[in-house]
């Protein structure tokens, strides 16, 4: 189970890197990209480094095995990225971050630790509902944090009120339905 645990962190840290060097290329390409990119970067520019910091790639990591677990309507992974993703949220050294950072991304991490805490522990519906709320919060740290990665901000219409997700991939693939409607949803903007 460890074993497990650890190649799935390997394989995903793996992937967020290679994800970032090919996804880097693509964004000049789209003049709507640079758009969205100056965008993110004017809400990004209170972080006080241009680097995202280690504890805050593992967030993202983290994140991204629980939403691939929720596309596969994985229960068992979904849980398991749960508890990882809660260790992660706890392990977070802030004090690289200006004072007033620090009282935001506190709350921002009690609330995430929160969220993941019950999708370690819950059934797929409840991981999903959770993962919506949780969603709010990993964005809003990324809007802090900054991030190495470029990410799209995805979105699913049909989900309650409508529920987004943080993708390394412009393809759709939908965590709130799986494969029952794996491609529903859109690109609302590119995190840079």
Not at 12 to 25: E, I, N, Q, R, Y
Not at 99 to 106: D, I
Not at 154 to 165: D, L, N, S, V
Request: hydrophobic share 35%; aromatic share 6%; glycine share 6%.
């Amino acid at each position: 189970m460890k074993n497990l645990r650890v190649t799935t962190t390997i394989i995903a840290m793996a992937f967020v890197g290679l994800t970032a060097m090919s996804c880097k290329d693509g964004q000049k390409e789209e003049s709507s990209a640079t758009m969205d990119s100056e965008v993110s970067q004017e809400q990004g520019s209170t972080s006080t480094s241009d680097a995202q910091n280690p504890e805050s790639q593992q967030v993202l990591a983290d994140y991204m095995s629980l939403k691939d677990a929720l596309v596969a309507t994985d229960e068992k992974a979904a849980a398991d990225a749960g508890k990882k993703l809660e260790s992660t949220l706890k392990s977070i050294k802030l004090d690289s971050y200006t004072s007033e950072e620090q009282k935001e991304l506190k709350e921002i991490i009690e609330s995430a630790t929160e969220h993941a805490e019950h999708i370690g522990r819950s059934d797929m519906a409840h991981q999903r509902e959770h993962f919506q709320m949780l969603n709010q919060d990993v964005t809003d740290m990324v809007a802090i944090t900054g991030t190495a990665n470029t990410l799209y901000q995805q979105f699913c219409p049909m989900y309650g009120e409508g529920g987004a997700w943080l993708s390394m991939e412009k393809e759709i693939r939908n965590p709130y339905f799986g494969s029952k409607m794996m491609k529903c949803g859109e690109v609302q903007k590119e995190i840079n």
